[in-house]
């Protein structure tokens, strides 16, 4: 009687006549050769994830020191008392700094951050007023780099504008 098993049948057909299955060392190493290219793209997308949570981090940081200074610097009143003292923190004022803003550096949780605080005359009270040429509008604008950053996105920049009451019919 004859053996009807269908694996039985195909193994007693191999040329080789051993009866076993399995892969060829050819067929193994492309195998090998496969998973190694998987493996690498996936490493490097390990890489990139980590540099990019790192990024992340710098921004979130960033962030609260910004957030901090846009707050001190609206707890400020801006009135004719304090519209011409010096900016400098913790203790200044709002008074125009230079083109390039006043920059200083800062530490938050070990890591080093650039600050520049950019502070400009929007609006002035009009000629013939009471305080004629000073000014009734500031833009102030802080902006906070990690040191060493590569990129343009890892600068955070907040922006307000701050007005004052002025006397007189405009």
Known sequence: MANTNPTHRQAAH????????????????FALV???????????????????NGRADDRDLAMA???????????????????????????????????????????????PFVVNTIIQNLSFVPIGAPDAGEPTVKSI???????G??????????ATQRSTHVTGIY
């Open 149 to 158: 950053a590569t990129t343009a996105f890892d600068t955070v920049t907040i």
């Open 65 to 111: 020191i910004a957030q901090k200074r846009m707050e001190w610097l609206r707890t400020i009143p801006f009135t004719t008392q304090t519209r011409h003292v010096p900016f400098s923190f913790p203790d200044g004022g709002l008074e125009t700094t230079s083109v390039g803003g006043a920059t200083e550096t800062v530490t938050n949780a070990g890591r």
């Open 14 to 29: 191999r040329k080789d006549g051993s009866g076993q299955q399995g892969f060829t060392l050819l067929e193994s190493a």
């Open 141 to 147: 604008q802080v902006s906070v780099t990690p040191l």
């Open 34 to 52: 496969i998973f190694m290219i998987i493996g690498l793209g996936v490493a490097s997308l390990f890489t990139y994830a980590i540099k990019a």
